[in-house]
C-alpha cells in the first residue's frame, strides 16, 4: 500500500503547483537518484534577469527526504530539518541538480536510527549550469527515526 501511494506521489510531483509554476521538473534515474532541471522564465526570473534565489532552492527542497523515504521505507519517518543554500555565481538559462543516496549512506542511517532512535543525516548538492558550472550550493540536514510500532 505505501508503495502505491508512494509511486503515485512520484508521478504527479511535477504537477505539484509550487513546483509547476517555478518551472521545475523532475526525472527519476533509478531508485537513489533524481535529476532535477528548471529552465529560465518569466515565472522564476528575478528583477536582474536572473534565476530567483527562491526558485533556486524550491528545486533543491524535497527530493533527499522522499529518495530516503523510498529506500527506508514506512517503518521510519524523515522529516526536513534544516537547510541552506549559497549562491555562487548567477543561474542562467537551464539549470539542474542531481540528488543520489547511495546504498552504503542508507545502511549507515538505518543504523544509526536503530541505536540511538534517531539521527539527523547531512546531505549536499550542488546546482550547475548547462556549462557544469556551480551556481549554487545546498545543504540539507534531514531526521530519520524508526516509528514506534
Not at 62 to 80: C, K, Q
Not at 119 to 135: A, H, K, N, Y
Request: aromatic content about 12%; proline content about 4%; hydrophobic content about 45%.
Amino acid at each position: 500500500m505505501y508503495s502505491f501511494w508512494f509511486r503515485l506521489r512520484e508521478g504527479l510531483i511535477n504537477f505539484y503547483p509550487p513546483l509547476l509554476g517555478a518551472g521545475i521538473r523532475a526525472r527519476k534515474i533509478d531508485e537513489r537518484t533524481m535529476q532535477i532541471e528548471m529552465r529560465l522564465t518569466a515565472l522564476n526570473r528575478n528583477i536582474v534577469g536572473v534565476h530567483f534565489g527562491g526558485s533556486l532552492y524550491a528545486m533543491c527542497d524535497p527530493w533527499f527526504m522522499l529518495i530516503l523515504m523510498r529506500l527506508l521505507g514506512s517503518d521510519y519517518i524523515v522529516w526536513d530539518k534544516a537547510a541552506s543554500i549559497r549562491f555562487v555565481k548567477p543561474g542562467r538559462g537551464k539549470v539542474k541538480a542531481v540528488f543520489h543516496v547511495p546504498q552504503q549512506r542508507v545502511d549507515e542511517i538505518r543504523s544509526a536510527a536503530d541505536l540511538s532512535g534517531k539521527t539527523e543525516p547531512t546531505f549536499f548538492v550542488d546546482v550547475v549550469d548547462e556549462q557544469g558550472q556551480v551556481i549554487a550550493k545546498v545543504e540539507k540536514l534531514l531526521y530519520v527515526r524508526r516509528k514506534n510500532n
